[in-house]
């Protein structure tokens, strides 16, 4: 058989012979494939004739190998196959509903930018009109070791492109157009002014791009922008006066130096493209006739281009530094705004946490505190504010002031004392904050974390509706069984 | 003397031969817009990226100094290739009018219809002068050392200026959050970027300015000088992968 194979292609074998050879074996594969036991068979059935001899008596000069039967079939259905599955996901295709929030560890989202009071103006406009979003934030006090300090934060929006243009933000009532550096135990209120630029249904999140750390998600609403596009404007004014308009500002002169260069450039590609190019030159080349590859003409148009194209450059530059002599370098800084007088841990009630334990399979977050009533009013804790979720507690109306989405247990919060805490009384308290959102919400992964630290806000009521919040903090004891 | 020779003997293509030599040139070409385009769009966007993107991300200190300093490096790889074997001085043209073709087809279908931004938020800048006083140095010089040293530095001093007329317009002052701000950083702050925080902007970062309060004729001249370093590696690069063993076979 190796001799066979030695001596000439499986293309020059007859198909009968290989048949033959093979008999009633259904792999006839043309190739190496073929079982050794039917090497030996083939081997016999050449034996005793030379190859010459064998194809002369077989009148065979060459043939092809006959296609396998049946591998397009199974090539076709493979296809389908696949083209079923993708038509299928195609069609289940969903338009995206997150931001990626909760990809973001649990450490971050809980002890980091502890975000409340987020509140919309309003979630269905048109073109061109404005909308806010204001809120408030408490910069944990706890700040991960695992993430750098936020001495560069900005405030962001959350959108899918420029959908809405920003137009004004203000931190603690004062207007900032850069980044910002946050004082961890601070707190802020903001102020974000929008305006609708194209139609759409839109989620969308205020949130903080912390510098070297990630994005901090607040929570976010769906806004409705009805209109038309084609209506938008966008006009600001600069400080020589001169109305600006931001959609079109410079496009067209844009438009014009590009062109012209890429006219001057082309005519030069084309100055040489209209010759014979590679083959030709390199033969030429070769041959020594380099001088006929750059003519004198060519020359001269290198030596033009050499000093007219700094001297169109220069000019240009020229009429452009006149044109605005007012101009000025790009504008960077960091805005240093200071924290608001204390909202949060603000010296009436204070809350020590004592102890956390998460159990695993109550999905349950059991929390000791001991909580100093300072106020002249009994208070109840109404609300546990983490990451992106609220545990409401029921026997406590919590007046909803926001619009903004939030994902609430609405029952997930109780006491082991639900009894109000009276004015000068201090008290240990088991809060328990339960519900599946510690794992939909991906929260629990705080166990699997280095750092496995729990942060959020306590919100306290007395009987008028005053508001005491409170920053916590502790370790995280998991408790598997 | 072996060229003497030859010269006299060199008969050039006629008829048939001569038309499959211009198709193959076409072809070629062909071949060539669309990798240039590709290649050199994905090298540039991925290298000098958002300082090309963005019309706020363009100051006077890297964008000056990063553009070119990148910018020289296909251009020089393919003059090596196409001066050495063909004396076509059109390396530099073609590369960076195929990176004009690239980004702008990105700026208009990526950035504009498909991202929302305004188009003259993201306009690219342009290196075309530069490029074609490169390959009119090259050819009237023939030299390598001279195109690296005067070319090189031509290239990265004529960005500066020759992009100031397109984007001189972007840094007039606005008044605004109690600030002042150019026309540019408005853009920035307005257009949202959800990526893109106003902090990861390399505006005017490092000790380069502090020579009598200029920034970019000081960034411009390194520029220069690393250009002429840039020029002479990718030179060496652009000889080392092309080849033109096929040819010799003709």
């Known amino acids: 058989m190796k001799k066979l194979f030695n001596n000439t292609s499986m293309y020059q074998l007859n198909p009968s012979m290989v048949r033959q050879a093979l008999g009633n074996c259904s792999m006839r594969c043309p190739t190496s494939c073929i079982h050794a036991v039917d090497h030996e068979r083939i081997q016999q059935v050449t034996s005793g004739h030379s190859q010459k001899e064998y194809y002369s008596m077989n009148k065979i000069t060459s043939v092809r190998p006959e296609p396998v039967e049946g591998q397009l079939e199974k090539l076709l259905k493979c296809l389908l196959f696949l083209g079923l599955i993708l038509s299928v996901y195609m069609l289940t295709l969903q338009p995206v509903m997150a931001h990626g929030e909760k990809n973001l560890e649990p450490y971050v989202r809980m002890r980091t930018i502890q975000w409340y009071d987020v509140q919309w103006s309003q979630q269905k406009f048109n073109v061109n009109d ?9 910069v944990a006090e706890d700040w991960p070791i695992s993430v750098p300090k936020p001495d560069a934060a900005f405030l962001n929006i959350s959108t899918p492109g420029p959908v809405l243009i920003r137009t004004e933000r203000y931190l603690n009532g004062k207007p900032y157009m850069n980044s910002v550096a946050l004082q961890p135990g601070g707190d802020y209120d903001f102020k974000v002014l929008l305006k609708g630029r194209l139609p759409g249904h839109y989620h969308i999140h205020p949130f903080f791009n912390l510098r070297d750390a990630g994005q901090v998600m607040g929570r976010g609403a769906w806004l409705d922008i009805a209109g038309n596009e084609a209506d938008f404007t966008n006009n600001i004014q600069t400080i020589n006066g001169e109305m600006v308009n931001m959609e079109t500002y410079g496009l067209g002169n844009g438009i014009f130096f590009h062109s012209f260069w890429a006219l001057l450039g082309t005519a030069w590609l084309l100055w040489w493209v209209r010759r014979p190019l590679f083959i030709a030159r390199y033969r030429m080349l070769q041959a020594g006739l380099e001088n006929e590859l750059v003519t004198p003409l060519d020359r001269n148009i290198g030596k033009v281009i050499l000093v007219g194209v700094p001297v169109l450059v220069f000019a240009f530059y020229t009429m452009t530094v006149n044109k605005y002599p007012k101009a000025i370098p790009l504008q960077t800084s960091l805005d240093q705004i200071l924290p608001l007088s204390a909202k949060v841990n603000a010296g009436v009630v204070d809350v020590e946490t004592l102890r956390a334990e998460y159990r695993i399979p109550e999905r349950a977050m059991k929390l000791s505190l001991k909580i100093k009533n300072g106020s002249d009013k009994p208070i109840q804790l109404g609300e546990f504010a983490t990451g992106s979720v609220r545990f409401l507690n029921k026997a406590v109306p919590v007046p909803e002031q926001s619009n903004a989405e939030s994902v609430v247990a609405p029952e997930g919060l109780n006491l082991d004392n639900p009894a109000p805490i009276q004015p000068g009384e201090q008290r240990t308290v088991l809060m328990t904050a339960a519900d599946a959102l510690w794992e939909s919400e991906r929260l629990d992964g705080l166990i699997n974390d280095a750092d496995s630290r729990i942060g959020g806000l306590v919100f ?8 005491y919040v409170s920053s916590i903090t502790a370790a995280v004891i998991p408790k598997f069984n | ?13 006629t008829g048939e031969k001569a038309r499959i030599a211009r198709a193959y040139d076409y072809l070629v070409l062909v071949l060539a817009l669309f990798l240039f385009i590709g290649s050199f769009h994905l090298h540039f966007a991925l290298t000098v990226g958002d300082w090309d993107f963005w019309v706020d991300w363009k100051d006077r200190q890297w964008w000056p100094a990063v553009t070119p300093i990148i910018g020289i490096t296909f251009p020089a790889a393919v003059q090596a290739v196409l001066w050495t074997n063909f004396r076509l001085p059109l390396g530099a043209t073609l590369c960076v009018a195929c990176l004009s073709i690239g980004t702008w087809i990105a700026r208009i279908f990526a950035y504009h219809y498909w991202n929302y931004f305004p188009i003259n938020m993201v306009l690219p800048s342009t290196m075309l002068p530069s490029a074609l006083v490169l390959d009119a140095v090259l050819m009237l010089s023939n030299s390598l050392t001279v195109t690296a040293i005067f070319g090189g530095s031509a290239f990265a001093l004529l960005f500066y200026p020759s992009n100031w007329p397109i984007f001189g317009m972007f840094h007039v002052p606005v ?22 925080p106003e902090y990861l902007r390399i505006i005017e970062r490092g000790t380069l300015r502090t020579y009598g309060q200029v920034a970019a004729p000081l960034s411009a001249f390194f520029s220069a000088l690393i250009c002429t370093l840039m020029y002479t590696l990718w030179w060496y690069i652009g000889k080392w992968f092309a080849t033109t063993r096929y040819l010799k076979r003709i």
């Not at chain 2, 072996?2 to 060199?10: C, G, I, K, L, V």
């Open chain 1, 130 to 138: 404005e909308v806010s979003v204001t809120g408030k934030f408490h």
């Open chain 1, 460 to 467: 306290f009521f007395d009987p008028e509706g005053e508001r």
């Open chain 2, 1 to 13: 003397m072996s060229a003497n020779s030859s010269t006299r003997t060199f008969r050039p293509y």
């Open chain 2, 175 to 196: 008044e605004a959050g109690n600030s002042q701000l150019t026309v540019a950083d408005m853009f920035g702050f307005q257009y949202i970027r959800t990526g893109m």
